[in-house]
């Protein structure tokens, strides 16, 4: 344990620091939560002054600790703390306009605007599944290079809520299966949530429930300075992931609201803030921090820079060195274009007749070794969506040197602790599912989408096409949902070739995270040419020209595309020219320029789209639903032969449609 530095401060003091600001923000913004940041000052401060690894002057140190407030809803404690600590871009005058437009200080953390915020924390429960893939990535990262490069521990404040929802079974059980010891959770168990006292609606033994995942756990009095510390100590030497629940007042120090939920999600009022100030023992006005303690929190911040410094010696003379920053950044290896344009000659020359789910195992046979940083992973769904290749070794502690992780049946889990890898860094995480339980998955991918991370989602049985496990597993409409999801990228190939290329456009992206959505059922090889270019990159192409003039185009994603080509055979034997056009991403066509989109779809007015899920989004390129043969109801159980013929996705259907519109 570190000795707390000398300082003219009392802890009490700069507790106190803490607990003003979250007050003077909150009342200053007219809304927030300021009970939680008052209840969690000392334990905070604790883990700020003895305990966290960082420099405020080098917020992206890869060896630096990483802090998750979970209990985003307390958004104010992290804001106050990287003030107090000296982050320059959270200055007194960001915390002034708290949840205002533009401010830095949002109402819920959110990553990347400011240095120091590690992950968008609020929707509870996802902070915690962060914090697992992050302590899982230093395991990882760890055993790829060595300790003199990666040293570091994770760290999280989590509240009754954050444990209360369900995600959070899911990531302790992972977590302690893993035995990731270098993570701690600080539980504020203020008994409060914004009901009313927990005792409403929970009862658990949270201490219980963690040690029965695998968990060191005890419970302290969270007010207590040298009980937090004394835990913390105890945490760094555990061989299991650490749970320290910490018994707080939520609202500490108001006068008359302290301990109940007034304090939870509303200002305290002015009377209620000056009764707080004298209880205490704060004179200042708003927003002023005096020098004696705002110098203490910043030696403190300053603590971190010898460690820093001496972490880049040795970096500048490690042998990765090169490896080791080319992962930072991000970049892929030299040989991967190459690669990937060797492997793309092969499947056109080979044109396999095998399901999507298939071709990109091929894919991976491939790429997977070229790239350490992939790691992946399924939810119990191996063997069905082809995730593994022959050659990754199964992540199993204490040999974290693997680059596949069976998450089990934790969808929740495992798409949380995704987003956990790709935040820590030097990781690109891709994790499997049937498509239709994205719905287990949406929280997660919704958030690695406002956060722009490279996070790649492989979701495999993607239609009707599924067959016999019937309607509770044959989506319909999740593209659809999937798609109206910002900054996600929703990849639908058709065959081998396509395949490829989209799994490639996903690596290369460095912003958005990307579903890959797969068949169960084999499709034929479309494209029977080689070309240098990724034609799915843009997003959409004509895969199939017109013979003569351009009458009626198909539109077609996935599956679908092959009937497509089959109804543009019968369409050109009426001398009716027909292109099909390949759509497997409508975000990346979207996003190309106006020119190459009409260029693309044509001028024909028998324009008709093929796709067996919902038609919902389909009228931006087709005009109406009506335009779109695909599924008004749910599936069934059947063989997917039969299927495609009782709701009528068939060739002859979709050029009857077409000839409809000429």
């Known amino acids: 344990m570190d000795q707390p530095p000398a300082t003219d401060a009392t802890q009490r003091d700069l507790a106190n620091a803490i607990r003003a600001l979250a007050m003077d923000s909150v009342e200053k913004a007219a809304s927030g939560h300021p009970g939680m940041p008052m209840g969690m000052a000392v334990a905070a401060t604790v883990l700020f002054q003895r305990f966290l690894k960082f420099d405020p002057t080098h917020p992206q140190w890869p060896d630096r600790d990483r802090f998750v407030l979970s209990a985003g809803h307390g958004s104010m404690l992290l804001y106050a703390l990287l003030y107090l600590t000296g982050y320059p871009e959270m200055t007194i005058d960001e915390l002034k306009r708290f949840r205002q437009l533009g401010s830095r200080a949002a109402g819920h953390p959110e990553h990347g605007h400011a240095p120091g915020i590690e992950t968008t924390t609020g929707p509870l429960g996802q902070g915690l599944g962060n914090s697992v893939g992050m302590a899982l ?43 990731l010891n270098r993570l701690t959770v600080l539980y504020d168990d203020n008994h409060v949530s914004i009901d009313g006292p927990t005792s409403l609606a929970v009862d658990d033994d949270q201490v219980a429930r963690f040690r029965a995942c695998g968990w060191a756990a005890e419970a302290i009095d969270g007010e207590d300075g040298e009980a937090v510390a004394s835990a913390l100590e105890r945490a760094q030497h555990s061989d299991r992931p650490s749970l320290i629940a910490c018994r707080t007042t939520i609202g500490y120090g108001a006068p008359t609201k302290a301990g109940t939920a007034a304090t939870h999600g509303a200002p305290l009022g002015k009377e209620e803030v000056a009764g707080a100030r004298i209880k205490l023992g704060w004179s200042y006005e708003p927003f002023v921090i005096p020098d004696p303690i705002l110098s203490a929190w910043r030696r403190f911040g300053a603590r971190g820079a010898a460690q820093h410094q001496e972490w880049e010696r040795r970096l500048a003379t490690h042998a ?12 892929l290896p030299e040989k991967f274009d190459a690669t990937f344009a060797r492997m793309k000659r092969a499947m056109v020359i080979e044109a396999p007749r095998i399901a999507t789910r298939q071709s990109s195992q091929k894919v991976l046979e491939v790429l997977a070794p070229l790239l350490p940083e992939l790691i992946g992973g399924s939810a119990d769904l191996t063997g069905s969506n082809n995730t593994k290749t022959k050659d990754m070794a199964v992540v199993a502690p204490p040999d974290y040197r693997g680059t596949y992780i069976h998450y089990g049946v934790r969808e929740h889990a495992m798409a949380a602790a995704m987003n956990g890898m790709a935040l820590h860094g030097s990781f690109i995480p891709y994790g499997g599912s049937f498509l239709v339980f994205t719905d287990y998955c949406r929280p997660s991918i919704r958030l690695a989408s406002l956060m722009g991370q490279r996070v790649i989602f492989v979701m495999s049985h993607d239609s009707i096409g599924l067959g016999e496990d019937g309607p509770t597993h044959q989506p319909v409409e999740h593209l659809a949902a999937l798609r109206a999801i910002p900054n996600l990228l929703v990849f639908r190939p058709a065959d081998t070739v396509e395949t490829a290329e989209c799994r490639v456009r996903a690596l290369q992206e460095l912003h958005h995270p990307s579903i890959i959505v797969l068949t169960r059922q084999a499709l034929p090889s479309l ?68 020119s190459y989109r009409r260029k693309v779809l044509g001028r024909a007015r028998g324009r008709v789209a093929v796709e067996a899920a919902t038609p ?34 068939t060739a002859e259907v979709v050029a009857a449609a077409a000839k409809a519109r000429l």
């Open 137 to 179: 990535a230093e395991r990882l990262l760890a055993a790829q290079f060595d300790h003199r490069l990666v040293d570091h521990r994770t760290y999280v404040i989590a509240s009754d809520g954050d444990l209360m929802e369900g995600v959070s079974h899911e990531a302790i059980s992972l977590a302690g299966h893993l035995k």
């Open 320 to 331: 990765d060195r090169d490896e080791f920053e080319r992962r930072q950044m991000g970049h």
């Open 527 to 594: 494209r029977l040419k080689y070309g240098k270019e990724n034609l799915s990159a843009s997003g959409g192409y004509v895969l199939a020209r017109a013979e003569g003039r351009r009458q009626a185009t198909i539109l077609a994603t996935g599956s679908e595309v092959s009937i497509a080509v089959a109804a543009r055979d019968l369409l050109q034997k009426e001398n009716i020219g027909t292109a099909v056009v390949s759509l497997p991403c409508w975000e990346l066509f979207d996003a190309q320029p106006e």
């Open 616 to 649: 919902f989004g389909w009228e931006r390129y087709v005009g109406s639903a009506d335009a779109v043969v695909g599924m008004r109801s749910y599936g069934a159980s059947a063989p997917a032969g039969d299927l495609f013929k009782h709701f009528g996705i």
